[in-house]
Each structure stands twice: as C-alpha cells, then as structure tokens.
C-alpha cells in the first residue's frame, strides 16, 4: 500500500476488512494503478471491470452519485434463497425475532439512507413467504430504524435448556438477567427412540477405546486405553494375572497382592478416541473422577481445575 502510494504520488483512500480492499482513487488513475498492480508479482493478474453502476463488495454494492459521494446498498446475490427458519416451526421466539432484526438492521447499517425503505420491503417479501406476519415485520422494522441500539449485554453464565414450547419462552423471561442468561435447545428427537439400522460392536471388538475394568472383590477400578482391539488388550491383562506378572499390568498387580479377582465379564467402554493423545486425557480425566478408586498408577495426567476436567469430560463423551 506505501509503495502503491509511493509510486503514484497520488491520494488513494483505502477501506479494508482483512484481506477484502476497496480503493477510491480518481478515474484517471484506475488503469496506471491497474499497471502498476500487475507488475507487483508476475503470477497475479489483475482485470478490470469496468461496472458501469454498481460494483459489490463484501455485503454491499456500492456506487459513486452525481455528486460524486459514494452511496451503498445490500447485494442481492443469485445464490442467496432467503430461506429463514419459518414462523410456524417450532423454534423460540427470540430466534425467529433474531433473523429478523438481524438483516433489518444490516439494511440500516449498510445502505445509504435512500436505499433503506426499497431494501426493506425487498425483505419484507421474503420475511412474508416464510411466513412471519406483517405486523411483526414492521414493529421489528420501528424498532430499529430510527433508535440508538444500546450496547449489547452478554451474560456471565449460559443455561442450555430444552425448548418445549411457550412455558420455556416464560421461564426464560423470569430467570434470565446479566448473570444467567437462557439458551434454548432442542428437544427430543425421535431418532434416539428409534432401534439403529447399523449393528453395534460389541466392546471387546472395539477399537480406539478407553475402556474400565472393575474388581470383583472390592471398589477398584482400572481405566486403561487401546488403539487395537479391545479384547487384545484384555487378554494380555488376563495373561499378565495368570504368569502373576506385577510389572506389566496394574490390574494383575492390584488383583495380585489382594488376591481379588477382576471383572473380566463386564469391561465397560467409556470413551473413544482416534488419537493417542486424545485416548489418554480422556482417560486422565476419568481417573481423576474414580478418586480413590482408580488403581491406575502410571503416566497419570494430573488435571489441576476439577470443573475444567468435568467440562472436558462431559464434551469428549
Ligand atoms: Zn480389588
């Protein structure tokens, strides 16, 4: 940009967001500036188009008027399907108000002032065939145009709660402030409900697991990972206690010194992970939650921040 400004000793304003620059330069200047641009490197090639009218950028077209200001207005692009969720599914309230609001106030954020009311009533159309009603679209519409959007305020806190219709929209107005605020989910699909079409593996043919093996006689639990197959590695466990081999499994050893017995008939699966590193935090964070009861004595990933773990946890599940 110094050397374009350099080279050309001209005044050349420069708007930018990231890598998407718009130059306005004076109209003797696009073709030099077009050399110069093309010289820069010699794999890049710069053409001109030469629109007569509107030029788009980003989420706007932009044009210069008779009085050489540059006016600006929303894009239509052909891809665009302007389909929105529609009033009539079942979502919140506040995400239907949210789409709404959304694109109104791009309109009144990017468009010249003369264009807002045509850019509005081209939306309003497609708000209209998903179905919002016309009343609703132009109290959104009031709402926006003309007021000083306060800043926005986020809560400290999120609550992920299920979306089950107008009661949870009352809940979330009662309880949600500037600490808590109320995010709505889904609620059940009918998928879970429905027996799965693919056959499950059975644990022991697993791979990739982090899998958990209780003792009979006691509280103790082992929590150890694999890539291969999971029985593999339950054999080598089983092999270890029968040649009483203390060194190469801690469940033998466990089993061993307190002549217990392991649950070889009920090895869980707790997790899954296609990486070493990620089998092994995963199973890191499930010894720190069996406490005490994990038998597990080597290589433990210490986890500092019992609320981190349980989050890690809950997501890696
Ligand atoms: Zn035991």
């Not at 330069?25 to 641009?37: C, R, W």
């Not at 982090?210 to 339950?234: F, H, M």
């Not at 499930?286 to 009861?293: D, Q, T, W, Y």
Request: hydrophobic content about 35%.
């Amino acid at each position: 940009m110094q050397y374009l400004k350099e080279s050309t000793l001209l005044r050349i304003d420069e708007y930018r967001l990231a890598d998407d620059i718009l130059f306005v330069v004076d109209k003797t200047m696009i073709e030099p500036l077009n050399g110069i641009l093309n010289q820069l490197q010699p794999g890049l090639c710069f053409k001109l188009n030469n629109p007569q009218g509107w030029l788009t950028y980003m989420d706007m077209e932009l044009c210069k008027n008779r009085n050489g200001n540059i006016i600006s207005r929303l894009a239509r692009k052909s891809s665009t399907t302007y389909n929105y969720i529609k009033w009539f599914s079942f979502h919140p309230m506040y995400q239907k108000k949210g789409i709404v609001l959304g694109i109104l106030k791009r309109i009144v954020k990017l468009c010249s002032v003369q264009y807002r009311w045509g850019d509005f009533n081209f939306y309003r159309k497609y708000f209209l065939l998903n179905g919002y009603p016309p009343n609703f679209i132009d109290k959104c519409w009031s709402q926006i145009k003309d007021s000083n959007w306060p800043p926005r305020v986020t809560s400290n806190f999120f609550v992920k709660l299920p979306y089950l219709g107008k009661n949870s929209e009352i809940l979330k107005r009662k309880i949600s402030d500037n600490n808590i605020g109320i995010t709505m989910v889904g609620g059940k699909n009918v998928g879970p409900g429905l027996p799965s079409l693919y056959k499950s593996i059975p644990n022991l043919k697993q791979k990739e697991t982090v899998y958990e093996i209780g003792c009979q006689d006691c509280s103790a639990i082992y929590i150890g990972e694999t890539g291969r197959p999971l029985e593999k590695r339950i054999d080598e466990h089983r092999n270890a206690l029968y040649r009483d081999d203390t060194e190469y499994s801690r469940v033998a050893d466990h089993c061993i010194r307190f002549n217990h017995w392991p649950n070889f008939d009920n090895i869980k699966v707790r997790g899954h992970g296609k990486t070493k590193f990620e089998r092994r935090i995963k199973e890191g964070i499930l010894r720190e939650i069996a406490g005490k009861n994990a038998i597990n004595k080597v290589n433990p990933i210490i986890i500092k921040d019992q609320n981190l773990a349980f989050s890690h946890f809950v997501q890696f599940l």
